[in-house]
């Protein structure tokens, strides 16, 4: 089992940044995708970003390409996600989560795909 715990959000003016971490607990993610969604008020939760086990395969959604940055830190156990020159629309929860998928070559980008979530970080951007 494996406990994720999200930290790092808060309010921030458009055009400013943030720096999301993801703390795993319980087992080690170094062989693990990983991935960030959030879920804005009245929306379905989406795909922001996500990595492979090594960090080598990244991939991230149209809207935060160029501004968002995923990485990891397996010797930590830990994800981030550096986000950059924000906006009111990226205004919402953002939650980590990690499959099971081990040592796969690729990312992961749809719900589904997932197995472990943490309970997610609100993140404001003020206009």
């Known amino acids: 089992q494996v406990q994720l715990v999200e930290s790092g959000g808060g309010l921030v003016q458009a055009g400013g940044s943030l720096r999301l971490s993801c703390a795993a607990s319980g087992r080690t993610i170094s062989r693990s995708a990983m991935g960030w969604f959030r879920q804005a008020p009245g929306k379905e939760r989406e795909f922001v970003a996500a990595?492979?086990?090594?960090?080598?395969?990244?991939g991230y959604a149209d809207s935060v390409k160029g501004r968002f940055t995923i990485s990891r830190d397996n010797a930590k156990n830990t994800v981030y996600l550096q986000m950059n020159s924000l906006k009111p629309e990226d205004t919402a929860i953002y939650y980590c989560?990690?499959?099971?998928?081990?040592?796969?070559?690729?990312?992961?980008?749809?719900?589904?795909?997932?197995?472990?979530w943490g309970q997610g970080t609100q993140v404001t951007v003020s206009s």
């Open positions: 989560a990690a499959t099971h998928r081990f040592l796969s070559g690729t990312y992961y980008y749809t719900l589904d795909d997932y197995d472990y």
């Open positions: 990595l492979n086990w090594s960090g080598r395969s990244t």
